[in-house]
């Protein structure tokens, strides 16, 4: 019996399709020339641009000029917010985000105060989701823009976008998503949804690491974080990453025409994870919305039991899952998500997050709950807590 | 005779080495994990990370922890050059460039003038090279940091570096050089030359597209772009392009094993089409510096002849090579670089810049001096100025 590693941490980075890789390799082969040349060399890299250009607007509902491509999600909600907020200065200075943004916005956000911004973050209920109610308090006179996420990275949870979209809207303020966690997951149209700024990444959905996108809606101004030769319309100068361009717009096509399976695999064998960890795990709790949440993704906390230990039990028996999230890993801190639902107690509490992919199976899901249940049985047998309970 | 295109347009990007392409291929297949993540997933990539590190480093002749992995060179000198500007915005607010630098320096200093800033411009003489005393001069008690190209891409001419380094040393202001058109083709220590920063490209040294490095002399600070979860030790956050890092870091193993050899080929090339092209065209002035300046680089202006129609010719009759720098191709302007040395006249006169490569042949250079003189004949023919001259 074959008995190789499980993989279950997809929102740390999906496997790159076998497809995504082929179309990359002519331009990592023979297609070198530079897209901004204007002999021979530069047309095809310029036309595969083109055409990635059209893939990755098409999947979230955009026209190809409201895309920019970036070097990754981060840099995607770094340009969102410092690219609104450079603009504006001076003459507003207000930002609201949520309590539960990935670093990279409420870290964006908050260096935006050495210019003289403020930030007011608003607050999320029990299952990680905000209240347009707040966002529509928070708003001030001297707003230059609101930042929520699409779905949360570490409990999944999809924010009601288009009823904040319409506070935003009828003030006039430009509305940011951080949509890293949902596109390639869930189906996505910035139009409807009402977003003047969408941040995305193609590590998420099949796609190479270093390409992300930022949708910026037609008409809305932004300071560029680069300056220079004028690439992508001078809002992300820099010579283009044309293989990961062209990476993206492949598992943008390939997003659009799987998604509907995608979707119902991962929520399959997410149902088959929760059942199973339910029946085999006592003192547990999942952490974000039951119904609204992204699918394939279980977060779930265990009491008396540490997380981080967890997490190397799990990996030393085959299993790669998260504690938190990625960046979470870098930092050690704990999860200022679970903080704000409210969902750190004071006794202790392990978490772990799985995230699936298409390429999952039952099989793995049922390894991957006996191999919690072992690791959980035996952590809490070390737990002076656990007896005492 | 096989008759294929000759490519003489390697600033604009060079082909990548098929060791590369290998070397990342397992980065784009099997090895998809996050490096920040902490489980078995996460440890090839972070290990390819380090190990492509300390060849960027020690192809620069800098420390591992010195170098922060960005997007491409436009980031890295943006990175440079508004990270030290924010980071010191209020206290000082001045930043000396010289004339002939990259639109990416150039517009990144220009940019900051909305953040206070106020940026002095040396000049350079008929070979476009800066005179240390120059930017002596231009220093001011507030300047928070001088940045001058290592050498110009447009014609070559390598700036004295070291002399500039002894001027900013000795009033502690911090350096910057845009090295780009420089690291792979000539021999670069970063300790020798004195530079604090110093920006280059993969794709100027067989690397792929997307991925550049800064070199940031320990100890000191810069205002990060992107804020985030704390990648590059919170100087440039975001998840790693772990397969463009992995092809950069191959790339410079490379550079440093072949350099003597790459620069004798492309000096020899040099030294024939230069040879070439004064025999078989009249009316030609070769601009840059005529012994420091790169090897490979053939930047030429010829009298009662169009720019873009020479270019535009050559590449009909399968020749690619350059009006100026590629992002110029975008802006369509006429050459910064080429008037800042005096060289743009009043008359009828179009310039070409050839890049030579390692892989290109001696025939191939004899092609181009033929078709050169084919096309320059041609549209001298059509040409009512030159007829009167």
């Excluded at 907020?85 to 001076?90: A, C, R, T």
């Excluded at 190479?208 to 690439?231: D, E, M, N, S, T």
């Excluded at 044309?242 to 149902?271: F, H, S, W, Y």
């Excluded at 998260?322 to 006794?347: D, P, R």
Aim: aromatic share 6%; net charge negative.
């Amino acid at each position: 019996m074959k008995k190789t590693r499980i993989y279950m941490d997809h929102i740390a980075g999906t496997p790159v399709a076998p497809e995504v890789v082929e179309a990359m390799l002519p331009f990592l082969r023979g297609q070198y020339g530079n897209p901004a040349s204007i002999h021979h060399d530069g047309e095809e890299p310029q036309e595969a641009l083109f055409q990635s250009r059209a893939h990755v607007a098409r999947l979230i509902g955009a026209e190809p000029e409201e895309i920019i491509f970036t070097s990754c999600g981060t840099e995607s909600n770094n340009l969102a917010i410092k690219g609104i907020g450079f603009l504006h200065m001076g003459e507003k200075k207000h930002i609201v985000v949520s309590a539960v943004e990935h670093y990279s916005v409420l870290y964006a956000a908050k260096a935006l105060e050495r210019f003289g911004f403020q930030v007011t973050e608003v607050p999320v209920d029990a299952y990680g989701q905000v209240n347009p109610e707040d966002v529509k308090k928070a708003l001030r006179e001297d707003t230059a823009l609101v930042t929520i996420m699409h779905a949360n990275n570490e409990v999944g949870t999809i924010q009601p976008l288009q009823e904040i979209a319409r506070c935003t809207k009828e003030r006039g303020i430009p509305f940011h998503s951080d949509a890293i966690a949902s596109v390639g997951r869930i189906p996505v149209d910035v139009k409807a949804l009402g977003v003047d700024l969408f941040s995305f990444a193609a590590s998420q959905f099949g796609g190479p690491k270093g390409v992300g996108a930022l949708y910026c809606r037609k008409g809305l101004g932004i300071w560029p974080l680069f300056h220079g030769g004028g690439q992508e319309d001078g809002r992300r100068t820099g010579t283009e990453n044309v293989p990961g361009i062209v990476g993206m717009g492949k598992a943008a096509q390939l997003t659009l025409e799987n998604l509907p399976q995608r979707m119902e695999t991962c929520k399959r064998l997410e149902d088959l994870l929760r059942k199973g960890i339910e029946d085999s795990v006592d003192l547990i709790k999942f952490n974000g919305h039951p119904q609204e949440h992204i699918p394939g993704l279980v977060n779930v906390s265990m009491r008396f039991v540490e997380g981080e230990a967890l997490l190397l039990h799990m990996d030393l028996r085959g299993v790669s899952v998260a504690g938190a999230s990625a960046c979470m890993s870098i930092t050690a801190k704990a999860s200022h998500v679970l903080e704000a639902m409210g969902a750190l107690g004071g006794e202790a509490l392990g978490t772990l997050l799985f995230t699936l992919g298409e390429e999952n199976t039952e099989d793995e899901v049922r390894r991957t709950v006996e191999t919690l249940a072992q690791v959980v049985t035996m952590l809490r047998a070390m737990s002076p807590l656990y007896k005492r309970a």
